[in-house]
């Protein structure tokens, strides 16, 4: 009894990523039956919302860079590359003592692999809550691209250019009274239902710029399509650089264990994980088409700028508004799903001896705190989400989608050959 007690207590400063459920299990059985453990449904949402982020409003600029073929083919290749890594990490998991990225990795390849992914979970998370804090920022107040066209807010469309609707002020608010109580939530399952309706105003922010496009189409307003890259018009690098964008789009990996962690049939967790893919490829897809139908060559990086242009009549203003404004609310429940892995391992790297985040109030209030603060001010200094989608999908994405599982397969299959 007394080593089950000690290896107990080993697991949880060992692992501190997932909730303490061994602890719990240890208390009276009437508190034990109160936990309740994740749905399938909502393992689901949480992976589907996990990858539909910031990166659905670049795959069309991806598109216009690759053409209609190489970047319907590019979106395909991906899922299915990142549907064999998981299944990778997933038996792993099964398989060893571990059951964090980190932990498994450092199972295989020690302490500096286990912080390698650390570090690059860190990298790859907080980039994207800055990309959600930008693409919010340009929803609310607008944007000033690099050719000096100046795209207005829905705030500015509104009320007009004041002070109190500019970037610093209206994303400040957005941070102190919606991000902040959503990321102080402690279990990721407490965030199946809004993933649930982020994941609702994905696909209707889809459905509304198909409906634009095809009656753009009906009205020969279109724009021309290129099956093939223009190299008249741009470079090899362009195309190498925008590859990442999509591997960014599908970077799930970093919370497959928080969320299988939670799941009432861990076993559940491959299907779940093909499912969102599934949902995933036919977001990507529709909206990599439709929105290069609708806006053509001028599509900007971030789609949803585009969608400032006078439409004429105010019904089509209206339209604009409420597509901007619904993919700019399902980032907003987005971020604290991102923000939930990205916590658990700092707190892992920082502090691996102390108990579990979620039981100690004063950890996680800071690294709460911290968190969201850094992201805010970082996505005011560099409002452009481009940069951010390039350097994490050439290298941390990569890394963690197929570095180190490929990493890992190799080395079990030199174990094996070995014994």
């Known amino acids: ?11 949880v400063i060992a692992h501190p990523l997932l909730h303490d459920f061994k602890a719990l299990e240890g ?38 860079v690759l053409g209609i073929i190489p970047g319907f083919i590019a979106i395909v290749v991906v899922a299915v590359l990142t549907e064999v890594t998981v299944e990778f990490l997933l038996r792993y998991t099964n398989s060893g003592k571990s059951e964090t990225y980190a932990g498994i990795v450092g199972e295989s390849f020690g302490p500096l692999g286990s912080i390698a992914v650390q570090v690059c979970i860190i990298i790859t998370n907080l980039g994207c809550l800055i990309i959600f804090f930008i693409i919010i920022g340009d929803v609310l107040c607008g944007s000033t691209q690099s050719g000096g066209a100046l795209h207005l807010g829905i705030l500015q469309e509104l009320f007009g ?18 991000m902040l109580p959503l990321v102080s939530l ?33 009205e020969g307003k279109a724009h021309k399509l290129k099956l093939f890259p223009d190299f008249a018009l741009i470079s090899i690098f362009d195309v190498f650089t925008s590859i990442p964008v999509i591997v960014t789009s599908f970077g799930v990996h970093v919370n497959v264990h928080p969320i299988r962690a939670e799941l009432g049939e861990p076993s559940d967790m491959k299907l779940a994980a093909r499912i969102s893919l599934l949902i995933c490829v036919l977001i990507y897809s529709s909206i990599g088409f439709f929105g290069y139908l609708l806006f053509g060559a001028s599509i900007m990086a971030d789609m949803l700028v585009n969608f400032d242009q006078n439409s004429g009549s105010t019904f089509g203003q209206l339209l ?22 990205l916590r658990a391992n700092i707190d892992e790297l920082l502090f691996p001896h102390k108990p579990v985040l979620a039981e100690s109030n004063s950890r996680f209030l800071i690294l709460t705190c911290i968190l969201l603060s850094f992201s805010y001010f970082v996505a005011i200094a560099i409002p452009n989400i481009w940069y951010f989608f390039q350097f994490m999908g050439s290298t941390t994405v990569v890394c963690l989608s197929f570095i180190f599982p490929g990493a890992l397969i190799l080395r079990g299959y030199q174990q094996q050959r070995t014994r």
Request: aromatic share 10%; charged share 10%.
């Open 161 to 178: 250019i004041h002070w109190w609707n500019s970037r610093a002020y209206a994303l400040l608010l957005i941070a102190i009274f919606v």
């Open 1 to 11: 009894m007394k080593n089950q007690q000690n290896n107990d207590e080993y697991e």
């Open 320 to 341: 604009n508004i409420i597509v901007r404004s619904s993919y700019a609310m399902h980032l907003l429940l987005v971020f604290p799903v991102m923000n939930f892995s």
């Open 186 to 218: 402690r279990r990721v399952d407490s965030l199946r239902h809004s993933s649930a309706v982020s994941v609702l105003l994905a696909v209707v922010f889809v459905a509304i710029s198909s409906a634009m496009a095809i009656y753009a189409l009906c």
């Open 27 to 64: 208390q009276t059985s009437s508190s034990s039956c109160s936990i309740q453990k994740a749905s399938f449904s909502g393992a689901v949402f949480n992976i589907s919302t996990t990858m539909i982020g910031a990166g659905i409003m670049s795959i069309p600029a991806t598109i216009k």
